[in-house]
């Protein structure tokens, strides 16, 4: 993307030769625009109903990428994090000292997969993409993630009470086999969220592929999927293909960065 369309076109070209010199296969392109580098959607890069669109890029570049360099092209897109700019949408964490509920500040802005209005919007987002883009897959973000004090919003809490778990947080981690059940419990929502936004797509493109990327902990250390509700071996099962994170420094591995990759 450049605001000046004589440089964006420079911009594709070269992009193109690049791709089909080194004889890639498949491309991740990234279908939002995160200005800042906040890690959630605020411009998309199609038209669509709820976000505004950077530029109209997506379908030229996707269409360009297949036809002239011969690649797949997966649409990298947020499973949750997208910035609608209402704050009942999104995802809550309790604080365990005050029991207060508010947006985490260090972790990506993400709505709520147990808020309907939030899921339509979502839903609506990847029909328009469908609509408007030619792909031959998803990757969904890394922005997949429920910690171990989310998702407090009502929605969260109130969808928890109705698949049989306490209405408090604390109280379930104070159980830890019910704590255990609970973490599965939103590893499988956030997957089965995700398969619901893939059968939106496939009306449109029946053959797509898809891939979720995964955090290195829950892959490291499983018990870990409590922080994150991700689970390799679920991963495994419900998609394609899945995109290891193995990120030393973000890990804070940057004395041994070497080591740790190779472990």
């Given at each position: 993307?450049?605001?000046?369309?004589?440089?964006?076109?420079?911009?594709?070209?070269?992009?193109?030769?690049?791709?089909?010199?080194?004889?890639?296969?498949?491309?991740?392109?990234?279908?939002?625009?995160?200005?800042?580098?906040?890690?959630?959607?605020?411009?998309?890069?199609?038209?669509?109903?709820?976000?505004?669109?950077?530029?109209?890029?997506?379908?030229?570049?996707?269409?360009?990428?297949?036809?002239?360099?011969?690649?797949?092209?997966?649409?990298?897109?947020?499973?949750?994090?997208?910035?609608?700019?209402?704050?009942?949408?999104?995802?809550?964490?309790?604080?365990?000292?005050?029991?207060?509920?508010?947006?985490?500040?260090?972790?990506?802005?993400?709505?709520?997969?147990?808020?309907?209005?939030?899921?339509?919007?979502?839903?609506?987002?990847?029909?328009?993409l469908g609509i408007h883009v030619p792909i031959g897959g998803i990757a969904f973000h890394d922005d997949g993630v429920l910690t171990d004090?989310?998702?407090?919003?009502?929605?969260?809490?109130?969808?928890?009470?109705?698949?049989?778990?306490?209405?408090?947080?604390?109280?379930?981690?104070?159980?830890?086999?019910?704590?255990?059940?609970?973490?599965?419990?939103?590893?499988?929502?956030?997957?089965?969220?995700?398969?619901?936004?893939?059968?939106?797509?496939?009306?449109?493109?029946?053959?797509?592929?898809?891939?979720?990327?995964?955090?290195?902990?829950?892959?490291?250390?499983?018990?870990?999927?409590?922080?994150?509700?991700?689970?390799?071996?679920?991963?495994?099962?419900?998609?394609?293909?899945?995109?290891?994170?193995?990120?030393?420094?973000?890990?804070?591995?940057?004395?041994?960065?070497?080591?740790?990759?190779?472990?």
């Amino acid at each position: 993307y450049d605001p000046d369309p004589i440089q964006c076109e420079k911009n594709l070209g070269t992009l193109i030769e690049r791709i089909y010199k080194y004889k890639i296969n498949t491309v991740f392109l990234q279908a939002f625009s995160d200005t800042g580098a906040k890690g959630y959607a605020r411009e998309l890069y199609f038209p669509n109903r709820h976000l505004p669109m950077k530029a109209d890029l997506m379908n030229r570049v996707a269409w360009q990428l297949s036809t002239r360099a011969g690649v797949i092209v997966y649409a990298w897109m947020p499973l949750t994090a997208f910035d609608f700019h209402d704050d009942r949408l999104l995802v809550k964490r309790i604080d365990p000292q005050t029991g207060q509920t508010r947006t985490a500040p260090d972790q990506y802005k993400r709505v709520s997969i147990f808020c309907e209005e939030a899921k339509q919007k979502t839903r609506e987002i990847y029909e328009d993409l469908g609509i408007h883009v030619p792909i031959g897959g998803i990757a969904f973000h890394d922005d997949g993630v429920l910690t171990d004090y989310e998702d407090a919003s009502p929605a969260g809490i109130a969808a928890q009470v109705k698949a049989g778990f306490p209405g408090s947080i604390p109280e379930i981690q104070q159980d830890k086999p019910i704590f255990h059940q609970w973490t599965r419990w939103k590893s499988k929502a956030l997957i089965d969220f995700s398969h619901e936004l893939i059968q939106i797509v496939k009306k449109f493109h029946p053959t797509i592929k898809t891939n979720r990327n995964i955090f290195a902990l829950p892959v490291l250390q499983p018990a870990s999927e409590e922080w994150f509700a991700q689970n390799m071996d679920d991963f495994l099962q419900a998609y394609d293909h899945v995109a290891l994170m193995a990120m030393p420094y973000m890990e804070k591995h940057a004395d041994d960065a070497d080591t740790w990759l190779v472990s």
